[in-house]
């Protein structure tokens, strides 16, 4: 696996992990197994134009749209046994961390990654309890004729995604703290966030020497560094197609919250 780090704004950033080709070419779990006979079936439902179906699924994709990006960010990252089953030698190596360096200064990167992998972990915790609890009192709702049983079906997936996000953050919180990551400043990063810092702060030019603009970001307010139409270049740049929804929503949400008055 590879781990992406992706201001979204001055002061946010999306975390997001890759697998790498071979573990790709690993046999699926059975959690995975699941996961892509749902989207599979999602995908089918979207096609539908009337009916309950359809109606399941526009409400589905809204709920998906105001999850925190953090969470999704967060459940990208697989398990360290699940990671640990598709390479043995995982938790013995460093992983890559692939960063705009002007945007991020290098010193600062291992506490901004500390503070992702811990600052949520009681929140799924804590929610993803709650939603098992709500499990068994939804489910009589399953006895009613014809109505689906949405209710239960929406928060055993609430819970299985808090479960994800705290795995993964312990993961994180475990490749931390034992020094096993890998800072890279990705070239390619930089040539599109000098143009997106310079556009967003009016100290600041594309040209400006790295450690100089990543010090102009670190002393600004917090303000948005990318658009929308920015996320696909960063699927395209990273060589991560799956990257584009992430930052999408991420941008989204973050520009959202920027607009909201103090």
Known sequence: ???????????????????????????LSLTDKISDKVAEIWARWEEVEKGWKKHVVTWGNKVQ?????EEWGLKSIP?????????????????????????????????????IATERQDLHRRKMWWSAIGC??????ALIPVIP???????????WSHLRALNGSKHLEFLVEKDLLNPISSPELEKLYASRVSRSLD????????????????????????????????????????LALEAERAIIQVEGKLKQPN
């Open 65 to 69: 749209q105001q999850i925190p990006y």
């Open 203 to 242: 100290n600041t030019h594309a040209e400006k020497p790295t450690p100089e603009m990543a010090e102009d970001v670190e002393k600004s307010d917090d303000r948005l560094l990318l658009q929308y139409s920015d996320a696909k270049k960063l699927a395209t740049i990273l060589d991560a197609p799956e």
């Open 79 to 115: 398990s360290f046994n699940a990671q640990r089953r598709l390479d043995e030698s995982h938790g013995t190596k460093k992983i890559n961390v692939f960063f705009p360096g002007n945007a991020i200064k290098a010193e600062k990167l291992t506490s901004i990654l500390r503070t």
């Open 1 to 27: 696996m590879r781990l992406f780090l992706i201001p979204i704004s001055t002061r946010r950033a999306l975390i997001y992990s890759r697998p790498l080709n071979k573990d790709l070419s690993k046999e």
């Open 149 to 159: 049983n949405i209710p239960f079906f929406y928060l055993v997936y609430r819970s």
């Open 136 to 141: 068994p009192i939804t489910a009589p709702i």
